[in-house]
């Protein structure tokens, strides 16, 4: 890479951009949806080419805005109201100062994509002489529809790591783009695709100076458990996955060959964080972590050996094909404390023939046997809804979990994320078509809220209902913990839900039943008495009433001292 050196400075400015759907995002600004959460996580992308611009282009003025960070500030901690997004979007920029020459924009999630589009119309008006870059998961898989938005300049689709730099360096020096990999400029050249780095060792050290470590570690929001005083760090040490789950389009950017650093880099990272920041908690988030067993048991090795201290987190959770108990044990004494076991479904038609993830639901059932043993709360991830999965396939799994040894189930209403079979088989069908998707996308979210299509199997509607149903009857009426007794590992979690979610009176009355068990009477008997006073105050806690009455009665009845409404 040839740079002139003559070229005066240059300032480049990185934007981690919004992933939450554009509706909901106006609520949270306008101050009514304080409720719904905001996850933030390190964004890996722009620090990926901040590290790799420090290096190759040092005469850059690099910036780093994480506008997801921002967000989560505003709402959470600054408790804003009453602002539009044009203006929040304004604020950020003005706290930029003087125009880049270059944005680089990363798009990972596709609920951001409308807002990430209205980012860079904002930073074009604004900076109508800026080169303005866009990347990542979502802009690779749905590269067609963001290349042809006016504001933007290049797309690159892929890995950016060495695409990037090679770009910036082209255009500062007027050279010919054409041989840099993964970049798009329009639809003649959308099917460009960006070289995959295998050596991943190559990657410098995140410039970690240039995001904001203090609230980052204090607020990282994606690991499972996060103890009082949780500094946490994100790292990944492989991309790639080989597996072809129809849901999910992890292997359109990495590869589905997987590849890994060095454990003598990791080992350099985790020592890096842990003197320099204080890190105590690290976050794993390989695409699919400890697909090599001999890899992983050497870098536990090598953290032992050097003694360096840390809790371990792994978001996405123990790929059951992967893991097996030893592995497990390894994770236990180094700190693992809560994990999740991404089933997706109970059904093994479902498994085999729709997700195509093809789960060993028998391995599945004795790894949750395991963790649980160990003293790990552990949970499952499912997802209900995808094209072929009828009515009698959804309780085929909802039957699966009534008995299942789990502490907690996840439930997620398939959704369409572009790069998927998934998606790929929803429009075949037409029940949905790509202009529609935007609509889905800037409406929802694959948790509690309705899906806005329906299929042949089941109506957006119907489905929303179904799932909600599941989730207060297998983690309340049914929980795994409350009916074998295990109140004291169930407490936290129910008390974590009230603590968020006050009106829960589901919640309410399942804690009020675990005090009881554990011989608090008094404290159990406080919790019966708030669900007649939230029933009476709180619309959501009244329609909850409705729907779950004679269950809420029957979890509270034997030992309660029953409050006047139920008498009615
Ligand atoms: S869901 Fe996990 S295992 Fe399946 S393809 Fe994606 S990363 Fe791989």
Redesign the pocket.
């Known amino acids: 890479m040839v740079i002139n050196r003559d070229t005066k400075s240059k300032k480049t400015l990185l934007i981690n951009s919004f992933g939450v759907p554009l509706k909901i995002m106006e609520e949270m600004l306008d101050g009514k949806a304080r409720d719904v959460p905001i996850y933030i996580s390190y964004p890996l992308g722009v620090m990926t080419l901040a590290a790799w611009c420090k290096q190759e282009l040092p005469h850059h003025d690099l910036q780093i805005l994480d506008l997801m960070m921002e967000l989560h500030k505003a709402v959470k901690r600054d408790r804003i109201h009453g602002t539009t997004i044009e203006e929040f979007i304004s604020m950020k920029l003005d706290a930029v100062g003087c125009a880049p020459d270059f944005i680089g924009l990363s798009l990972n999630f596709s609920n951001g994509h409308s807002i990430t589009l209205k980012v860079a119309e904002m930073c074009k008006a604004r900076w109508p002489e800026t080169k303005i870059i866009v990347g990542g998961m979502h802009a690779t898989t749905f590269s067609s529809h963001i290349i042809v938005n006016d504001s933007i300049d290049f797309l690159i689709r892929g890995p950016g790591d060495l695409s990037f730099p090679q770009l910036l360096t082209c255009l500062e020096n007027g050279d010919d783009i054409s041989s840099v990999p993964g970049i798009v400029t329009g639809l003649h050249n959308i099917m460009n695709m960006g070289q995959v780095l295998y050596d991943l060792d190559r990657i410098p050290r995140y410039p970690y100076e240039l995001l904001d470590m203090d609230y980052l570690m204090a607020h990282e929001s994606t690991a499972p458990i996060k103890k009082e005083g949780a500094r946490i760090a994100t790292i990944f040490m492989s991309r790639g996955?080989p597996?072809?789950?129809t849901y999910?389009s992890?292997?359109k950017v990495h590869g589905k060959k997987i590849y890994f650093n060095s454990i003598a880099y990791m080992m350099r990272e985790i020592e890096y964080l842990i003197n320099e920041y204080g890190v105590n908690q690290i976050n794993i988030v390989d695409?699919?972590f400890g697909s090599n067993k001999e890899y992983f048991f050497d870098f536990f090795k090598e953290v032992k050996r050097k003694e360096l201290k840390f809790d371990l987190s792994v978001p996405?959770g123990l790929?059951v094909s992967v893991f097996n108990e030893e592995m497990i044990d390894t994770l236990v004494d180094h700190g693992l404390e809560a994990v999740t076991i991404?089933l997706e479904s109970g059904s093994k038609y479902v498994q085999q023939k729709i997700i195509k993830?093809r789960v060993d639901i028998e391995k599945a059932l004795r790894l949750l046997d395991f963790t649980r043993s160990r003293g790990v709360f552990t949970g499952v991830n499912i997802v209900i809804g995808s094209p072929g999965e009828t009515r009698e396939l959804m309780d085929e799994t909802f039957e699966f979990l009534r008995t299942a040894p789990v502490d907690w189930i996840t439930f997620f209403i398939a959704y369409p994320y572009p790069g998927t079979t998934m998606t790929d088989v929803l429009i075949e069908k037409g029940e949905i078509s790509e202009e529609k998707l935007i609509e889905v996308w800037d409406s929802s979210t694959q948790g509690f809220r309705e899906r806005p299509f329906d299929t042949e199997e089941i109506s957006g509607k119907e489905l929303f209902e179904l799932v909600y149903d599941y989730n207060i009857k297998l983690n309340f009426f049914h929980n795994y913990n409350i009916e074998h007794g295990h109140y004291d590992t169930i407490v936290p979690k129910l008390d974590k839900i009230v603590n968020n979610h006050p009106w829960h009176i589901v919640a309410v009355a399942c804690i009020a039943k675990c005090y009881h068990e554990l011989g608090m009477d008094d404290l159990a008997q406080e919790y019966v008495n708030r669900i007649p006073k939230l029933v009476a105050t709180e619309s959501l806690s009244k329609q909850m009433f409705e729907t779950y009455r004679q269950n809420i009665e029957g979890m509270i009845e034997s030992f309660a001292v029953l409050p006047s409404w139920s008498s009615h």
């Open positions: 996955c597996y072809p789950c999910c992890a292997s695409d699919l996405a790929a991404p993830k």
